[in-house]
């Protein structure tokens, strides 16, 4: 059974830094892409990242302006979402997704399975 | 920059069809933007429903379709369900590397 646990939400202050983490089991982790799609409260889903199953590439939503940066450890089959200078409209619930295919380099054009999400709050 | 539309809110009462939809605001969407839809009630993850324009997820009743009608995404509920009351959005893939969700529908079924 293929499962993602989320880790690492938090209330942090503007301008802080958080990192989050994505731990997976179930499957053949370095061989699919990855994703973080977030939601601010009261509004909908944003796609905010990717990176493939090798980790050589990323893709970055504009709005980020590049204060997030999304990695991954295959040997501890965790992705992560490094997020700095964090603002008010950071403000989400994060959550880890997967990619249906097998492929080390390739993206898919959806998500099959979702973590359980994240709540960062960013307030002074 | 990419902007997609979906109806804001939709209603249908039990038993009932509802065909909801998914379009941008500059061009149309195909095929080619493999198309999918989510569901999400409040406090839950998303769960996939369709991908691919028109395949089931699995598990996924075949009362949930998707299609392309004219030039948008479209999701048909036919024999409308109490437990389908849920926000639903689409996901376009509208280029490499970039994915575009809708900004949601929220179903009521009464």
């Known amino acids: 059974e293929v499962q993602l646990l989320q880790s690492g939400g938090t209330l942090v202050p503007p301008g802080g830094s958080l990192r989050l983490s994505c731990a997976t089991s179930?499957?053949?982790?370095?061989?699919?892409?990855m994703y973080w799609v977030r939601q601010a409260p009261g509004e909908g889903l944003e796609w905010v990242s990717a990176i493939s199953g090798s980790g050589g590439r990323t893709f970055y939503a504009d709005s980020l302006e590049g204060r997030f940066t999304i990695s991954r450890d295959n040997s501890k089959n965790t992705v992560y979402l490094q997020m700095n200078s964090l603002r008010a409209d950071d403000t989400a619930v994060y959550y880890c997704a997967k990619d249906p295919r097998l492929a080390n380099w390739g993206f898919s054009s959806y998500f099959d399975s979702w973590g359980q999400g994240t709540l960062v709050t960013v307030s002074s | 920059q990419t902007v997609e539309t979906q109806e804001p809110s939709f209603s249908v009462s039990p038993g009932g069809t509802v065909t909801l939809t998914c379009g941008l605001t500059?061009?149309?969407?195909?095929?080619?933007?493999?198309p999918s839809w989510y569901q999400q009630t409040p406090g839950q993850a998303p769960r996939t429903l369709i991908y691919?324009?028109?395949t089931r997820s699995s598990g996924v009743p075949d009362r949930f379709s998707g299609s392309i009608l004219g030039h948008k995404a479209a999701l048909t509920i036919t024999g409308a369900q109490a437990g389908d009351e849920s926000d639903y959005y689409c996901?376009?893939?509208?280029?490499?590397?970039?994915?575009?969700f809708g900004g949601g529908t929220k179903l009521t079924v009464l």
């Open positions: 179930g499957f053949a982790f370095a061989n699919y892409a």
């Open positions: 996901l376009l893939c509208v280029d490499t590397g970039i994915w575009v």
């Open positions: 500059s061009g149309s969407v195909s095929a080619a933007f493999s």
């Open positions: 691919n324009t028109n």
